[in-house]
């Protein structure tokens, strides 16, 4: 059952966005930053835990959960370190993406020449 409540929130996070994308002016990098702000503000009041145990890794894999990891790690840092936690507990959790994010970016360029 996991795996069908991990298609169907997928599968509506995608359906959300593509109403957006069609019925409005913003760009994939403004419905790309909302749902990450959609994931920090789901996080904030424990909603978003509740849809990870329940979708797995159908509320993993989308964007929404980047804006989950960057709440959650700046959260539990701050209850150790205090105020510095939240600048450090946001790279905490969500480190190991952007590294390989970046990684990969500067490899692909090499091989790919942009167009002008």
Not at 17 to 42: E, M
């Amino acid at each position: 059952m996991i795996y069908v409540n991990a298609f169907l929130f997928c599968g509506f996070t995608c359906l959300v966005s593509q109403l957006i994308l069609d019925n409005t002016k913003l760009t994939p990098g403004h419905v790309t930053s909302l749902f990450v702000v959609i994931g920090a503000f789901l996080d904030i009041f424990g909603i978003y835990d509740k849809i990870v145990l329940y979708c797995g890794a159908g509320a993993i894999i989308p964007i929404t959960s980047f804006g989950h990891l960057l709440i959650h790690g700046a959260m539990d840092l701050a209850g150790e370190m205090g105020a510095i936690g939240l600048a450090f507990g946001v790279f905490n959790l969500t480190s190991a993406g952007i590294s390989v994010a970046l990684v990969a970016a500067f490899f692909l360029c090499l091989i790919f020449k942009p167009k002008h």
